[in-house]
């Protein structure tokens, strides 16, 4: 998927920019806030609410096996996914398709991030 490539490129800003987020929310972890980053591309940051950090989070408790570097990159993923089903731009069946082929790019890059 493209917009994978798009995002492994921007990657170190992207994690500049999870740096400089100030949350409320106690909950939200870095991954969380790399998520929200990944959200901003298609979605206004401000829409960024509970049922998406809900998604998101039940998805990354699922990748224990993931280093630190690639659950950031995961939830980044996410997040832009989950920001291109909520502005309509991704059917449900598309947005699934391209959550199932994350992990596999994730390991296609060996860590590299």
């Known amino acids: 998927m493209e917009q994978f490539d798009a995002l492994y490129e921007s990657y170190g800003r992207d994690e500049k920019l999870a740096v400089g987020i100030v949350s409320p929310n106690s909950m939200d972890t870095f991954e969380i806030k790399m998520a929200?980053?990944?959200?901003?591309?298609?979605?206004p940051t401000e829409a960024w609410g509970l049922d998406e950090y809900k998604h998101v989070h039940s998805i990354l408790r699922e990748c224990d096996d993931?280093?630190?570097?690639?659950?950031?990159?995961?939830?980044?993923?996410?997040?832009?996914?989950?920001?291109?089903?909520?502005?309509g731009k991704l059917s449900q069946s598309e947005f699934d398709i391209a959550q199932s082929q994350l992990p596999g790019y994730i390991f296609a890059k060996g860590g590299r991030f």
């Open 36 to 43: 929200i980053v990944g959200f901003s591309y298609n979605m």
């Open 66 to 87: 993931f280093s630190e570097q690639e659950r950031r990159f995961y939830a980044l993923g996410l997040g832009f996914l989950v920001g291109l089903i909520r502005s």
